[in-house]
C-alpha cells in the first residue's frame, strides 16, 4: 500500500482553516507536531517496505528468466552452420548464375531468358520423369568440354557451396563425359586439379565410372587415370561408379572393382537408388566402405543389418531421391530408421543445380518433416568427417572447426 503525504496532511489544513487559531495552535503545538511525526514515520514505513517488496520482485523476476534462458539453451544447444557434402555431382551442381558465366567465359551463346534457362538446367519439384532429369545434365555438360570450362565450374561451384556453410566437399565427375570437344580423360582431370586450385574451400576429387555397355575401354582409362593421379588429399581421392543403375545391373562391375581394390583406390558405388538392396549388397561385396545413396536398403532387412553390422557409410540425398521416384513416398523416407538403426548416414545435395536444393536446404527438410534433433545432426557431420577420402590429419582439422 503505497500511502501519499497528502493523505495525512489534508485533513489538518481543514481543521486549521475552520478552528480558532489561537485555541489551534496550542492544541497544535503539543499534540499536532506529535501527530505528524507519526504521519512521517508512518508514511516512510510503508514506502520503505513497497520499495524492499518491489526489489524483491524485481530479483525473483530475474531469477525466473535466467532460469528461463537456461532451459532454452538446454533444448536448443549451438547451431550448426557448417557442412561436409560428400556426394556432388559436378554437372549436377551448375545453377542458371554458373552456367551463365561459363557460357561467357568462353563464349557460348545461351539462352537470355532467366524462366527457360532455368528450365534446361532443373526439373520442377513435381517432375515425375526420369527422362526430364537426365536431359538437365546436357546443359552443363556442353558448357565443361574445354580445360577452361571445366576448372572454371570447380571453382564456382566450390565458391556457391562454400557461400553455404560448406567447407569441406568431394566432387565427382566422369572424366569420359568431357570428351565431346577432343579433351582427353586425362586433360579433365588436369582441369579439374587446376579448379580446385582455384577456390579457398577444401575440395577433393572422386572420378566416376560410368554404367553402359560400350564404355568398357573408357572405363578402364578411367581407372588407369586414378592409379596415376591418386593422392591421400588434394586431389582424386577415389573412385565411384554412377549410371543407369537398374539398367547397367551392379554386378556387371565386379571385376573392374576386383581390380580397384587390388590398386588400393579408395571408392563408393550408387547403389540401391534406381535398383533394389541386392545392388547394395553386391557393391558391398566388392569392398565398397561408401554407398552412394542406399536409400532402398529397408527393401530387405537383411541388407540394413548387413549395412550396420560392416559400419557401411550411406551417402544419402533425399530431395534427388524425391525427384527420380526412388521411393514411392517420401512420407516413409527410411533415413531417421536407419540412423536410429546406428547405421553411419551422412546428408549430401547428389545434384543440387538440378534439384535446385543445397545442403541447408537437406538438413531443413529432415528437421521440419522427420523432428531431426541437435544430436542426430550432429551425428551426421561426425559420419561425414569419418567417412571423408582424405587424411586422419585432415579429418582431425575438420573436427577442430566444431564447437560441438
Ligand atoms: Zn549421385
Known amino acids: 500500500m503505497k500511502v501519499t503525504m497528502e493523505q495525512f496532511i489534508n485533513p489538518i489544513t481543514e481543521f486549521f482553516k475552520t478552528a480558532n487559531k489561537s485555541v489551534v495552535y496550542i492544541e497544535f503545538s503539543l499534540f ?6 507519526a504521519a512521517i514515520f ?7 517496505k513497497k520499495k524492499i517488496e518491489t526489489e524483491e520482485d524485481c530479483q525473483k523476476e530475474k531469477n525466473e528468466e535466467k532460469k528461463l534462458e537456461n532451459k532454452k539453451n538446454q533444448k536448443s544447444p549451438k547451431l550448426i552452420n557448417k557442412y561436409l557434402d560428400l556426394h556432388l555431382h559436378l554437372d549436377g551442381a551448375i545453377t542458371k548464375e554458373i552456367a551463365r558465366e561459363l557460357a561467357d567465359i568462353q ?3 545461351i539462352e537470355t531468358d532467366e524462366e527457360k534457362l532455368e528450365n534446361l538446367l532443373s526439373v520442377s519439384s513435381d517432375c515425375t520423369s526420369l527422362n526430364d ?9 556442353s558448357l565443361m568440354q574445354t580445360p577452361l570450362g571445366l576448372s572454371e565450374a570447380i571453382r564456382l561451384v566450390a565458391n556457391n557451396i562454400q557461400s553455404h556453410g560448406v567447407f569441406y566437399a568431394e566432387i565427382r565427375f566422369a572424366p569420359q563425359l568431357h570428351k565431346q570437344k577432343g579433351m582427353s580423360q586425362e586433360q579433365a582431370i588436369l582441369a579439374a586439379l587446376e579448379g ?10 572422386i572420378l566416376c565410372f560410368m554404367r553402359g555397355d560400350d564404355n568398357d575401354a573408357e572405363n ?9 593421379y591418386l593422392v591421400p588429399d588434394g ?3 577415389a573412385l565411384d561408379l554412377a549410371g543407369a543403375e537398374a539398367i547397367y545391373k551392379t554386378s556387371k562391375y565386379r571385376d573392374l572393382f576386383r581390380r580397384v581394390k587390388i590398386y588400393g583406390i579408395p571408392f563408393t558405388i550408387h547403389a540401391g537408388e534406381a535398383d533394389g538392396p541386392e545392388s547394395i549388397k553386391d557393391a558391398i561385396s566388392f569392398g565398397a566402405k561408401r554407398i552412394g545413396h542406399g536409400v532402398r536398403a529397408f527393401e530387405d532387412p537383411e541388407v540394413v543389418e548387413l549395412i550396420r553390422e560392416k559400419g557401411i557409410v550411406l551417402e544419402m540425398c533425399p530431395t534427388s531421391n524425391k525427384q527420380t521416384h526412388a521411393l514411392d513416398s517420401m512420407e516413409n523416407y527410411p533415413l531417421m530408421d536407419y540412423l536410429e538403426k546406428g547405421i553411419k548416414v551422412t546428408l549430401n545435395t547428389d545434384d543440387m543445380g538440378i ?5 541447408i536446404e537437406e538438413f531443413n527438410f529432415l528437421e521440419t518433416n522427420f523432428n531431426l534433433s541437435y544430436e542426430q545432426k550432429k551425428n551426421m557431420i561426425i559420419n561425414s568427417i569419418n567417412a571423408a577420402f582424405t587424411t586422419d590429419e585432415i579429418k582431425n582439422l575438420l573436427l577442430s572447426q566444431f564447437n560441438f
Open 133 to 141: 532429369f537426365l536431359n538437365c545434365f546436357s546443359l552443363p555438360l
Open 355 to 359: 534439384s535446385r536444393t543445397n545442403i
Open 42 to 48: 508512518l508514511y516512510l514505513f510503508f514506502n520503505k
Open 107 to 109: 563464349g557460348i551463346p
Open 32 to 37: 499536532g507536531t506529535l501527530f505528524i511525526v
Open 235 to 237: 586431389g582424386v581421392v
Open 220 to 228: 578402364e582409362e578411367t581407372l588407369r587415370l586414378a592409379r596415376k
Open 196 to 205: 580446385i586450385k582455384k577456390t579457398s574451400l577444401k575440395v577433393n576429387l
